[in-house]
């Protein structure tokens, strides 16, 4: 009788300890465009610790690390695959120990549709998503082979180009 009891209190203890630490994390959802990114930062689905908005360049990124890092506790972090602007977002969060959940765009957007659409919403939406754990994960490569990607990327567009740029060469060639 008292093994099943501790044994009870040890959940009980153990399903405190997983609340405890959930609270203790921040869930950013991060609405990202190409000069302006708005951030909603939750604590849990019903209170929103704060919502601001910061540059989507080096040093406005830094200045919104820097203003996360104050809150003093662990922080994990939505943002969608919008173009090229989220991979300079992505990867400074990444490196300053902030785990980063790349949302697939598309199936966001099926699963959370709002009437009323404007930043401060996309980002509180983000942000409940990845509360609840709701998030379609894209595939982020590592920084290596992103980079090997836009060699190769570069280049079937140069090689793309040579047919064009030897009929405007012969023309040219023809007229003198």
């Known amino acids: 009788m008292n093994?099943?009891?501790?044994?009870?209190?040890?959940?009980i203890v153990k399903k405190k300890?997983?609340?405890?630490?959930?609270?203790?994390?921040i869930c950013i959802g991060i609405d990202v465009h190409k000069?302006?990114?708005?951030?909603?930062l939750k604590r849990d689905s019903r209170e929103i610790v704060e919502q601001?908005?910061?540059?989507?360049?080096s040093h406005g990124i830094k200045g919104f690390i820097e203003h996360i890092k104050l809150y003093?506790?662990?922080?994990?972090?939505?943002?969608?695959?919008?173009?090229?602007?989220?991979?300079?977002?992505?990867?400074?969060?990444?490196?300053?120990?902030?785990d980063t959940v790349l949302a697939n765009p598309i199936k966001t957007k099926i699963i959370a549709q709002a009437k009323l659409k404007d930043d401060k919403?996309?980002?509180?939406?983000?942000?409940?998503?990845?509360?609840?754990?709701?998030?379609?994960?894209?595939?982020?490569?590592?920084k290596e082979h992103r980079e090997l990607t836009q060699i190769v990327r570069?280049?079937?567009?140069?090689?793309a180009t040579k047919p064009a740029l030897k009929?405007?060469?012969?023309?040219?060639?023809?007229?003198?």
């Open 3 to 11: 093994e099943i009891r501790s044994k009870q209190e040890a959940r």
């Open 17 to 25: 300890e997983v609340r405890n630490k959930n609270r203790m994390t």
């Open 35 to 40: 000069k302006k990114c708005v951030a909603t």
């Open 52 to 57: 601001t908005s910061f540059y989507n360049n």
């Open 72 to 98: 003093g506790e662990s922080a994990i972090a939505v943002c969608e695959s919008t173009g090229n602007y989220w991979i300079r977002l992505h990867d400074t969060l990444e490196d300053n120990g902030i």
């Open 121 to 142: 919403v996309d980002s509180n939406i983000l942000a409940d998503l990845l509360r609840a754990d709701l998030v379609y994960r894209s595939f982020v490569p590592d």
């Open 154 to 159: 570069t280049r079937v567009d140069l090689v």
């Open 167 to 176: 009929i405007r060469y012969m023309q040219f060639m023809s007229y003198k």
